[in-house]
């Protein structure tokens, strides 16, 4: 009976390929609009996770996200070099500075000053260049994606392709010369403007004067260390935040998610995609079996039971159901791969795979409960009328 | 001699639809013979499509007595009758209701399949019906391929299969023009029919009378009149 029953579903082509396709679009928004969404907030911590060397991040308390500095002494830092368990200590800067460019015009960017020694918590990768090119004078190291956009230079010809800034090009921070002396990739941030590497003392010199300036101490425990007490110790001793590289990544998500619109705006677009997804696919699905409800009929009068009519069904619903999951997923997949080298955030975990799963499983469960209540009541009778 | 193929003793069948109530059969008796070609005629809404469905099985009388080969269906259990009229009952229908998606052999093959022979199997004893019904070399085609009476034919080779003892027919050649109306009779009389298959056709179409050993004439929920070829004694 399995093979009658897929050869019903299959029969009507414009039929069967209307109830995949509802399918495949429920799944397809349940997925990409959700690894849109995921791929947003990793941004929001993505400088964070950059920085891959500390185990503890020091700020002011007040400090609410990772973009939310306020500033310190840096006499913190020794305060904080002094409490035991600590292995080092580390000064870092990070600051919004505006870049003048060739043709005049100012880009925010956002600079990171690191320890003049170590240059701990530089770059994750470096395309061209070395990180300790930073110590020649005015050096500065750019994300690869701030020279080919923002942070390029304007094309010669009118409509023409901007050109990217090169090792050895220069710009003015604050009205201070920088020279780039390296080019490295960095995981997109949330407001997506170029960050600047460069050295601590450099990045206070280009900075606007202020008494404070030390933005983060990071830190790294000795070994065999726990982390949350070496935290609560560092909170008590000096009064300041500090919170573990997941912690401090919590953090900052927390805060997006609380004060942003952005996952109601992302659970409204999911949401009815799950509901247009429903309607589309449950209703086509039922429609599908009232037109062959006479049919079924026909089978329930030569004596098919209920059971069996019941299994047809959700055969039909589980095959639908799985070509347009994998349709969708597989579109999402595809929308994943052709923009990963533009703007766009996007981020598809194995969790979201789930989720959309279950939504589509709700969806033909939904389609083929009422298709079968349909068809355990009818009366095989039917078969005699007109 | 024959055996009772069918017998209904004051079948009662009355449709509830919100306060008013219609009796389709209103005291039905009627015994029809292993072996019999009987035809239910009347005027329409005279309660013959109703009678059929309960001697098919396929609807539950609310009061009276309806036997199948010496069997009370009503007094089975659901399982039981499933059971009962997958093996026992073939059905040719007036819309043909062949399943559009299934080739002829494939439709033919469905009784089988609901009463769990292999699929193979099913084919192939699906395969040497249509032969017999004329239509060997269309078992490849889809209904839509194939004439109504095509279609018809393919209809009867479904209901005998399974060499069921009882086939019941409604209005077998109404939907068909005069020439094919004849021929499907033929082959039912020919093929189907035999001294341990019982046929009940329901029909308006007087064209086709000729073919029937009796015929019990309905009127409001009653038969007024059984007459044909051969007394139910002879048939016995």
Redesign the interface.
Known sequence: ?N??AL??L???RGKYFGIVMGLTFASLIMTQQPAIFVGLMTRTFSFISDVGLPDIWVMDAKVQFVDDIKPLQDTELYRVRGISGVEWAMPMYKGLLKARLTDGTFQTCNVVGLDDTTLIGGPPVMLAGRIEDLRRSDGIIVDIDALKEKLAKPSGTPNGKPIQLQIGDSLELNDHRAIIVGIAKVTRTFQSQPVIYTTYSRAKSYAPKERKLLSFVLVKAKPQQNLTELSQRIRKNTGLAAYTQQEFMDLTYQYFMKNTGIPINFGISVLLGFIVGAAIAGQTFYNFTLENI??FG????????NWTLLRMILLQAILVGLIGYGMGVGLTAWFGYAMRNTILAFRFPWQLLVFSGAGVSLICMFAALLSIVKVIRL???I???? | MSAIAVHCQNLVKIYATGNQKVTALNGINLDIAQGELMMLVGPSGCGKTTLISVIAGILDQDDGVCELFGQNILKMRSAEKLKFRAQNIGFVFQAFNLLPALNAMENVSVPLIINGVRRQTAERQAAAVLEQVGLGERRKSLPAELSGGQQQRVAIARALVHSPRLIVCDEPTSALDHESGRNVMTLLKDVALHKDRTLVIVTHDARIFEFADRMAKMDDGHIVNVSGSKPLHEAL
């Open positions: 009976m093979r009658i050869k019903m299959m029969g009507d006479r049919q026909v089978l329930k009068a030569m004596g098919t039971s009366e095989p009778a078969v005699f009328k007109g």
